[in-house]
Structures are given as C-alpha cells and as structure tokens.
C-alpha cells in the first residue's frame, strides 16, 4: 500500500514555473475578456478571450520576471550580510583596538558602577505625600 502523502515530488525548474504561470495568466485573462466581450455577442466573446489571454500571459510572465528579480536581490543580500557562503558571525570584522594596554571600560566587562549623578532627564519626583 503506498502512501501518496510521503512521496516527495521533484522541485520544478524555474522554466516550468515560468510556463505555468503564463498559462495560468492566458486561462484567466481569455475567460474575463470572453465573459466582458460576451456583450457584444459571439464575436465579442471571441475577440476578448483573444485579447484577454494576451493580456493575461503578459501579466504572467510580468509576475514571474518580478519574483525572479526579487529572488535574485534577496540572495544578494543573504551573500552580502553572510547567510550564504557560511560566514554569518564570523569574526572578522574590523574592530577598533582595546588600546596598546588592553584596558577594557567597566561597561564593556559587564561591572555597573555607581554613578552619583543624576541621569541626564532630571531625578525622579517624590511621590505626593511624601
């Protein structure tokens, strides 16, 4: 017994996409310009399936190049910032020098001092009756 949920389907090229989506573009577009050029009769219906498949193809393959551009931008980026090509966290980026004696600031330690100035915005006002 074979189950049809397990199997895996090969993933499609991106030449089979494209084909798909301009099909699916022509078979929308020639139904909407046959059902609005319906009201001018048979030949209506005839010219705006025509016409209305053309446009729909144009949108198709419009929507495919779109995606195509905006999958190529994003992997731009994931190389740029270092998804791809394994060097996300790397440590090599330049880093300005501790200093010639190594002497870290307390912040950078994680050690909180006490400050005995106020912040900067003011103290905070007593509560009322106090």
């Given at each position: 017994m074979r189950h049809h949920d397990t199997e895996m389907t090969p993933p499609k090229s991106s030449k089979q996409v494209r084909v798909e989506r301009e099909a699916e573009g022509l078979a929308s577009g020639a139904l909407v310009g046959?059902?609005?050029?319906?009201?001018?009769?048979?030949?209506?219906?005839?010219?705006?399936?025509i016409l209305g498949g053309l446009a729909g193809t144009l949108a198709g393959a419009a929507m495919d190049t779109e995606d195509a551009l905006h999958a190529m931008h994003e992997q731009e980026l994931d190389e740029e910032i270092g998804v791809i090509g394994g060097e996300m966290g790397a440590p090599n980026l330049d880093h300005p020098p501790s200093g010639r004696r190594s002497w870290?600031?307390?912040a950078s330690m994680g050690i909180d001092r006490e400050d005995t100035q106020p912040p900067a915005e003011g103290p905070i006002p007593p509560a009322d009756g106090e």
């Open positions: 046959a059902a609005v050029g319906s009201m001018a009769g048979p030949p209506g219906a005839i010219a705006g399936a870290y600031s307390l």
